[in-house]
């Protein structure tokens, strides 16, 4: 791991907690590799059309609540899909919203640059599930938990301020 504290890649302190705060970012890594691959697919399955194609997903959005209609009869399906409606009636809001979605994607390795880079990342990309969710009904619980603990990690902000005022207080 020594040339990535000669370039600066990763913060000094995870190393010094030893084979956990390694665990730690590698698991970041993988997590936020996933996000890159899954904005990959996106360009390389819609031939780099993805924002654009942004207000077409509305029928895929009005077959899946139709879907989970008849499978369910549950009425909150029935009726208007307003989301589907929304991407109609606001395309190009449609288009950068789902352009803003895949640069973060796409970006989601900056989370290992800092463990506010990883906050900022972790906050933005459970932003963009409830948006999903939203959107289409799809939920992402164990993806947001994932997110939640490598990301966001309130642990370790909590751990930080409380070794930082502990110092202060010694």
Do not use: C
């Not at 399906?77 to 352009?99: K, N």
């Amino acid at each position: 791991h020594g040339w990535r504290h000669r370039r600066g890649l990763v913060d000094e302190g995870m190393w010094s907690v030893g084979l956990p705060g390694v665990l730690f970012y590698y698991s970041q890594g993988a997590i936020a590799a996933s996000y890159v691959l899954a904005g990959v697919a996106k360009l390389l399955n819609s031939k780099g059309m993805w924002a654009w194609n942004a207000p077409y997903l509305s029928t895929d959005i009005v077959k899946s609540s139709r879907q989970a209609y008849y499978s369910t009869l549950d009425e909150a399906y029935a009726g208007v899909v307003h989301s589907a409606q929304w991407l109609v009636e606001h395309p190009w809001m449609a288009r950068a919203g789902f352009t803003w979605a895949l640069v973060l994607e796409l970006g989601a390795l900056i989370a290992l640059r800092s463990r506010m880079w990883a906050l900022l990342t972790g906050v933005s990309l459970i932003a963009l599930h409830l948006g999903i969710q939203w959107m289409m009904h799809l939920t992402f619980v164990f993806n947001e938990a994932l997110l939640l603990i490598f990301f966001v990690n309130p642990v370790g902000w909590l751990m930080e301020w409380w070794n930082q005022s502990k110092t202060k207080r010694d």
